[in-house]
């Protein structure tokens, strides 16, 4: 889990990969496999994973931190990366929807409740039907409602640019 993951955190190498750096604040994700806790993280997909525990201060770019983050909430470190890089999508096509993930911001809190293409719209950017259903499963309040990076990897938006991405 990453716990940062920004724009100051993206880096490109000169042939076009693209590198996370910042890793500060990063830990691994404890699985469980059926004999109890296990550090070989080779087959983590067939484990169960463990919900961390809040940290008394959240770490990161306030911006990009996911809701359960700020509310000191156990989290999914999956989901936080994934809502992290949500935002990063969302800012590369030239848009911020909030500073905060927090329900008192109503442009966060009509977003993560299904209304992200009206709030989208709004703010003028003007995304694809496939893009704006992306992101608004990225976006939802709930982790558990969110799209997995599996889900992701094989949304109809991912598969149309995923020859371009190598």
Known sequence: ??????????????????????????????????DGMD???????????????????PHGTL??????????????????DLWATSLLLFAMCGCYPWNAADLVV???R???????????????CELSDELLDLLQNMFFLNPRDRLSLEQIRVHPWMQRYSTRLG
């Open 106 to 108: 109503e442009t966060f």
């Open 39 to 57: 550090d070989d993280y080779s087959n983590h997909r067939e484990r169960q994973r463990y919900l961390i525990r809040p940290f008394r201060n």
């Open 1 to 34: 889990c990453h716990r940062n993951i920004d724009m100051e955190n993206i880096l490109t190498t000169m042939d076009g990969r693209v590198v996370i750096c910042g890793l500060k604040h990063a830990f691994k994700i404890p699985y469980m496999n059926m």
């Open 110 to 124: 009509q977003s993560s409740s299904g209304n992200f293409a009206r709030i989208a719209s709004f703010n003028g």
């Open 63 to 80: 911006r990009f931190m996911a809701h359960e983050l700020l509310m000191y909430h156990q989290f999914d470190g999956h989901a936080v």
